[in-house]
């Protein structure tokens, strides 16, 4: 698990060396998928459920599960990149929404919030606390910042397969949902919009984006369960 989420964050830490405006969203991800092979990895997204992508990218209102395509970056816009690795038949789990040049206040304002409630939601994943006190802590962040968490979408389990019980909702009541214990590993990733949590699937089957048009972040790390304090093993 240590040895696939290196790889995640390997890869996460470089992007930005190549996201900036007028590169494609295809151009990320064949410079992703290169560098997870080159690590030894495999990009964990292609063909999941049929997805036809190494990577996700998702752009100002697409909230996740965008596809890399000819579409090309402009100054001002936000991309949350989310990428998975198999190595050694185990998985690693990340994503980071990055700006592409200068963006609006307001908007620098989501992406820090978003990371910070991942923190705050990464702060409860210790042994002995319940799931839903992690979902509780993403939560009560973001709407104390008069953002949305995405309901429809959640965090998850995660070992020898990507997607594993328990789920790990970005919303709950504290006390509630199953006890963690040392040792498990979970990805963790609030998706936080500007406006209203609800989202749509466009035509391709697999982008959603914002009910409202406004603007969406997305932050994910994979964690193990430890007494104390998690260890994120996709820290980048």
């Known amino acids: 698990m240590a040895r696939a989420g290196h790889i995640v964050a390997d890869v996460m830490s470089s992007l930005k060396e190549v996201i900036g405006a007028g590169v494609t969203t295809r151009e990320i991800e064949l410079y992703a998928d290169e560098r997870i092979r080159g690590?030894?990895?495999?990009?964990?997204?292609?063909?999941?459920?049929g997805y036809p992508s190494s990577i996700c990218t998702s752009i100002n209102d697409e909230v996740v599960h965008g596809i890399p395509s000819s579409r090309r970056l402009r100054e001002g816009d936000i991309i949350s990149i989310d990428l998975g690795v198999l190595h050694d038949g185990f998985y690693g789990d990340a994503a980071c929404t990055f700006p592409v040049g200068t963006?609006?206040?307001e908007i620098s304002h989501l992406l820090r919030v978003t990371?910070?409630?991942?923190?705050?939601g990464i702060e409860k994943a210790v042994d002995g606390n319940r799931v839903f006190d992690i979902s509780h802590?993403?939560?009560?962040?973001a709407e104390a910042h008069g953002f949305s968490v995405v309901k429809t979408f959640v965090g998850h389990g995660i070992g020898r397969q990507l997607h594993e019980e328990p789920q790990v909702p970005n919303f709950g009541t504290?006390?509630?949902g199953p006890r963690l214990r040392k040792g498990m590993t979970l990805a963790i990733e609030p998706m936080v919009n500007a406006g209203t949590a609800e989202v749509s699937i466009l035509d391709d089957g697999w982008t959603a984006v914002t009910g409202d048009g406004k603007w969406s972040a997305h932050f994910e790390h994979t964690v193990l369960i430890m007494p104390g304090r998690a260890r994120i093993?996709?820290?980048f």
């Open 39 to 49: 690590l030894g990895g495999k990009a964990a997204f292609k063909g999941y459920r």
């Open 115 to 120: 990371e910070e409630a991942l923190n705050l």
């Open 174 to 176: 504290p006390g509630h």
């Open 137 to 141: 802590a993403i939560q009560k962040h």
């Open 233 to 235: 093993l996709t820290k």
């Open 103 to 105: 963006i609006a206040p």
